[in-house]
């Protein structure tokens, strides 16, 4: 998923539990069981892993990470009392996993192996095994969910 898309269930999740640490391992399991739906970007991350052709996989990322950003913004200056660290934190244990992934293609460290298996063991479950969809459909549904996400906070 887009890391608008896992900021935006974290928000939610934060503002629902209350609770900076439960808020963080919630919203960390919920980054891989969300990631095993089928979201359009096997063909981006083969170009990137396999094709070494970066432009479209950085290109993506960092528009999708601003759009984030400025999402994380809206919800965090809402009129609405909540916890800001329990938000903060569910919002960064979402996200978490892709950072340690961008860790890792940076750096190579083995320390960081296991979790990128476990990581892609979710993230291929069910596109390695019925294919995925169309990026462009799985952008405009997750912006359908984000925005009715957002609308329950
Ligand atoms: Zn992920």
């Not at 503002?15 to 640490?21: D, E, L």
């Not at 970066?54 to 913004?73: E, M, N, P, Q, S």
């Amino acid at each position: 998923m887009t890391i608008t898309t896992h900021a935006a269930i974290g928000a939610v999740i934060g503002f629902s539990v209350g609770n900076p640490v439960a808020g963080f391992i919630i919203g960390m399991c919920s980054h891989f069981l969300v990631d095993m739906i089928p979201h359009g970007d096997s063909n981006l991350a083969k170009k990137f892993r396999i094709q070494k052709k970066k432009r479209g996989a950085v290109t993506f990322t960092t528009i999708d990470a601003v759009i984030a950003i400025y999402v994380i913004l809206g919800v965090s200056n809402l009129p609405i009392p909540t916890s800001d660290v329990a938000l903060s934190a569910a919002i960064a244990g979402s996200i978490m996993p892709d950072l340690v992934i961008g860790l890792h293609d940076l750096t190579k460290s083995k320390y960081l192996k296991w979790f990128v298996k476990l990581h892609f063991f979710f993230h291929d479950f069910f596109s390695k095994k019925y294919g995925d969809i169309k990026l462009g459909y799985a952008i405009i549904g997750q912006a359908v969910i984000v925005v009715l996400l957002l609308n329950l906070i």
